[in-house]
C-alpha cells in the first residue's frame, strides 16, 4: 500500500469503528464487535505499513509533512497494537455493560450505580452501594492488566520505545519538566485545599482522618443547588448560552445531541467526532444538578471544536493529534458556570446562594486539578514500575510501595486527603497521558478566556464577536496548530501555568 491508500483506509475504518463504539456506548447494544471491522481492515493495521510511514516521517523535510507522518505513523501503530487486544477490548465492554447490582431490592445496570452513590445522602449507604462494585471492578481490572501487558510488548517492538518515551515523542511533550511543574502545584496549594476541605468535611460530619471518595464525590455533585438546574432546561440552556454566541444549535445539523437516559448508556458523557466536521456527536447522561450543566457545556466545547474546524483540512489534523488543544476549548465552555455573568443571565440565584455556589465551583476545580496532578505523577511511576514512595514534597525516597494498587492509593490520597479504592489502580487511568492533556487544557482554558474577556467584558458569551474569535481557532481542528502555536496566535508566548496557579489561590469570583 502506499501513503494515500493508507489513509483512504484509515477513514473508511474510523468510521466504522466508530459508529460502532457510538451504538455500545449510548447503550444501544450489549456487545462490542470491533472484530469484523479490525478483519475487514486487517491489510491496514501491518509492520509493513508502519515501517513505510517511518521511513517516509524520517525523510519529512516540510514541517507540515513531517507532522502528518508523525501522526499517521501514531496512528498505524495504536491501531495494530488495537487489531492484537480487539478481543480483550470486546469482553471487557461486554462484561461491563452486562454487569449488574443490587441497590435497595433492584436490579442496576453497573454503568448507572455510580450515579446512586452520587445521589445517596447516607454515608453508611454510600459505602455499602461501592463495595457492591468491587467485584466488578475487580473482573474489569484483569481485562486491563492482561491488555496494558501486551501494549508494553507491541509498543516495544514496533517502536523500539518503552511507553512513556514512545508518547512523549509522539506528543512533543517533556512529561518530567511536567511532574516537576506539578509537584510544585501540589505544594503550593496544598494549604488552602486542606483548609477547606477540612471545613467541608467537618460540616457533613465525617471523620477527617477516613475521608472516602465517595464522600468528596458527594459533596460535589452538589444536591443543594439542584433546584437552580432542573433537568427540563438543561439543553434550553446550552442552545441559549451558545446562541449568544452567534451559533445556532438547532440548525447546526451536524451536530447531533443525545441526552436520552439509557440503563446502559455509559456514564461518562463524551463527543464523538464521527466525521469531522460533517458529523459530530454530543452524548450526555443526565442524573441532575450542576453537574449536568458543566458537563453538557463541557462536551458542547468540544462539539463546537470539531463541528467548525476547516474541512480542507488534511485529515491528520482533523481526527489525529493530541487532546489538550481540544480540552481547551471543552474547559473554556464547563467553566461558564464559574462565570457570575453567566450564571446571573441563566441560572440567577440569591445573592448568598450564588456566593455560595461559587465558593463550591472554585473548591470543585482546585479538587479536580489537584487530583489530575496526582494522577500524572502516579502514571508516570506505574508505567515506568517506579514504586518508590514519594516524600510530602512528592519527591521519592528510599521505601517502596508493595504493588501499583498501593502507589495509586498512597498518591491519590496523599494529594486529595481522601481514601481511594485499591481497585481503581488501572480503571482510573486513561491512555497515552491523557490527564496531561487535562491540565495543560486547564492553563490555556484561562489564557483563552482572559484574552475574550478583555476583548468583550465579562459577559463574552454575548457577544457574536466572540463567536468568530473562537471559530478562528476552531479551524484548526485536533493539531492543525498545536497548544503551543494557538497560544502565539492569542497573543501569548506559551501556555503558561501561573494563571492557573493564581486563579486557584486567589479564590472565588
Not at 482510573?428 to 476583548?455: C, H, N, P, T
Amino acid at each position: 500500500m502506499d501513503r494515500q491508500q493508507i489513509l483512504n483506509d484509515i477513514q473508511s475504518f474510523d468510521e466504522e469503528i466508530s459508529r460502532e463504539h457510538l451504538a455500545h456506548s449510548v447503550g444501544l447494544k450489549d456487545d462490542l464487535s470491533i472484530t469484523p471491522i479490525f478483519n475487514k481492515h486487517n491489510h491496514l493495521f501491518t509492520k509493513d505499513n508502519i515501517k513505510l510511514v517511518k521511513i517516509l516521517l524520517n525523510a519529512s523535510t516540510l514541517e507540515s509533512t513531517r507532522r502528518k507522518n508523525l501522526l499517521l505513523f501514531d496512528y498505524l501503530v495504536s491501531g495494530y497494537i488495537g487489531n492484537q487486544l480487539k478481543e480483550i477490548s470486546e469482553k471487557s465492554s461486554a462484561y461491563e455493560a452486562k454487569a449488574t447490582v443490587k441497590i435497595g431490592g433492584k436490579k442496576v445496570a453497573f454503568r448507572s450505580a455510580s450515579m446512586h452513590v452520587l445521589n445517596e445522602s447516607n454515608r453508611n449507604k454510600r459505602q455499602k452501594i461501592v463495595d457492591l462494585l468491587e467485584p466488578h471492578k475487580r473482573a474489569l481490572t484483569k481485562y486491563e492488566e492482561e491488555s496494558l501487558q501486551q501494549e508494553y510488548k507491541l509498543l516495544k517492538e514496533l517502536t523500539g520505545k518503552d511507553y512513556t518515551t514512545y508518547v512523549s515523542t509522539i506528543k512533543g511533550l517533556d512529561y518530567d519538566k511536567i511532574a516537576n511543574d506539578l509537584r510544585q502545584m501540589l505544594i503550593d496549594t496544598k494549604e488552602i485545599y486542606t483548609e477547606h476541605l477540612h471545613r467541608i468535611m467537618t460540616d457533613m460530619n465525617v471523620p477527617l482522618n477516613d475521608i472516602r471518595k465517595h464522600d468528596l464525590g458527594f459533596y460535589l455533585r452538589a444536591h443543594s443547588f439542584d433546584k437552580y438546574f432542573p433537568k427540563n432546561k438543561l439543553v434550553k440552556t446550552l442552545h441559549k448560552t451558545v446562541g449568544g454566541m452567534g451559533i445556532n444549535l438547532t440548525k447546526q445539523k451536524n451536530i447531533h445531541l443525545d441526552a436520552e437516559n439509557r440503563p446502559k448508556k455509559v456514564p461518562r458523557a463524551f463527543c464523538l467526532p464521527l466525521l469531522v466536521p460533517e458529523e459530530v456527536y454530543l452524548v450526555i447522561k443526565p442524573h441532575g444538578g450542576q453537574e449536568d450543566y458543566q458537563t453538557i457545556l463541557h462536551e458542547a466545547g468540544h462539539s463546537e471544536h470539531f463541528a467548525k474546524t476547516r474541512k480542507d483540512l488534511a485529515y491528520e489534523f482533523k481526527h489525529m493529534g493530541a487532546h489538550n488543544v481540544s480540552e481547551t476549548y471543552s474547559f473554556l465552555f464547563e467553566y461558564l458556570i464559574l462565570n457570575p455573568a453567566w450564571r446571573k443571565t441563566f441560572t440567577p440565584m440569591p445573592e448568598a446562594k450564588d456566593k455560595q455556589f461559587a465558593h463550591f465551583l472554585w473548591f470543585q476545580k482546585l479538587s479536580f486539578i489537584r487530583r489530575y496532578a496526582a494522577k500524572v505523577l502516579y502514571e508516570l511511576k506505574f508505567h515506568r514500575k517506579d514504586y518508590r514512595i514519594l516524600d510530602d514534597k512528592y519527591k521519592p525516597t528510599g521505601k517502596k510501595y508493595s504493588s501499583p494498587a498501593q502507589m495509586y492509593v498512597g498518591i491519590l490520597s496523599q494529594a486529595t486527603l481522601v481514601k481511594y479504592n485499591p481497585s481503581d489502580y488501572l480503571l482510573d487511568m486513561d491512555g497515552g497521558y491523557y490527564s496531561v492533556d487535562y491540565l495543560l487544557a486547564w492553563m490555556f482554558e484561562i489564557q483563552v478566556r482572559k484574552k475574550l474577556e478583555g476583548k468583550y467584558g465579562l459577559a463574552w458569551f454575548k457577544n457574536k464577536k466572540s463567536g468568530a474569535f473562537l471559530k478562528d481557532l476552531w479551524q484548526f481542528g485536533s493539531s492543525g496548530l498545536r497548544q503551543e502555536e494557538l497560544a502565539t496566535r492569542v497573543g501569548y508566548k506559551a501556555v503558561d501555568k501561573t494563571y492557573l496557579i493564581q486563579e486557584v489561590l486567589t479564590g472565588p469570583q
